[in-house]
């Protein structure tokens, strides 16, 4: 498969996957979305050390929610940060949310994402909680498309990378390229994936 064909393929199974994402997550009753990634599950927390600095998206709609993660790590003791995007050919940062509960001192960055200002403290994550788009039961992910976190990943191999999804945005298999880097757990409301 070439590069413009795999590059096609994934478009095409991004705007698919991003509906079938929004539309799933529109249908949820408000009595099941309370309960929905309310708590990191145990098998997760093993992954994630005690002390480590937590790399946490803030989710758009039909994105999974982060937010009550947000608040479980908090309440440990771990730090969060946002990421941080300038331009789409800079590297992605990441910096602290000092309090992830208050999204007031977040700003509107240059793709419509609330993240930290540039004064916030960088910090580098030992674990990223990061937004899926599709995924496969092997650790392949489709992301957005902007290849920030591949980037990221790249430069930090280090870290350990969870994604985060619903049930519906499993595929039998993806496109994959040189860069994209497959990620060590994927955790859905019902279960999780990997460690791979």
């Known amino acids: 498969m070439t590069d413009i064909t795999v590059a096609a393929r994934k478009k095409a199974l991004r705007t698919e996957l991003r509906r079938r ?4 997550a529109a249908a949820l009753p408000a009595e099941v979305s ?3 990634f309310n708590r990191p599950p145990a098998a997760v927390l093993e992954l994630i050390p005690a002390d480590a600095t937590i790399g946490l998206y803030r989710a758009d709609p039909g994105e999974a929610p982060t937010e009550r993660y947000a608040l479980f790590f908090h309440e440990r003791g771990h730090a969060i940060a946002r990421p941080r995007v300038t331009t789409l050919d800079a590297p992605m940062t990441f910096h602290l949310h000092a309090n992830p509960l208050d999204d007031s001192e977040l ?3 240059p793709l419509g994402l609330r993240q930290p200002p540039a004064d916030a403290p960088v910090v580098v994550p030992e674990v990223l909680l990061m937004p899926l788009v ?3 039961a092997y650790g392949d992910r489709l ?8 980037r990221y990943l790249a430069a ?3 870290t350990v990378a969870i994604g985060m999804a619903w ?3 499993e595929v039998a ?3 994959t390229e040189l860069h994209d880097i497959r990620i060590n757990a994927i955790v859905t409301p019902t279960r999780l994936l990997g460690p791979f």
């Open 21 to 24: 994402r929004r539309e799933f």
């Open 34 to 36: 309370a309960l929905v």
């Open 107 to 109: 700003e509107a960055g």
């Open 134 to 136: 599709a995924f496969t």
């Open 143 to 150: 992301g957005q498309g902007g290849g920030f976190y591949d």
């Open 156 to 158: 930090h191999p280090a």
């Open 167 to 169: 049930d519906v945005q």
């Open 173 to 175: 298999d993806l496109p």
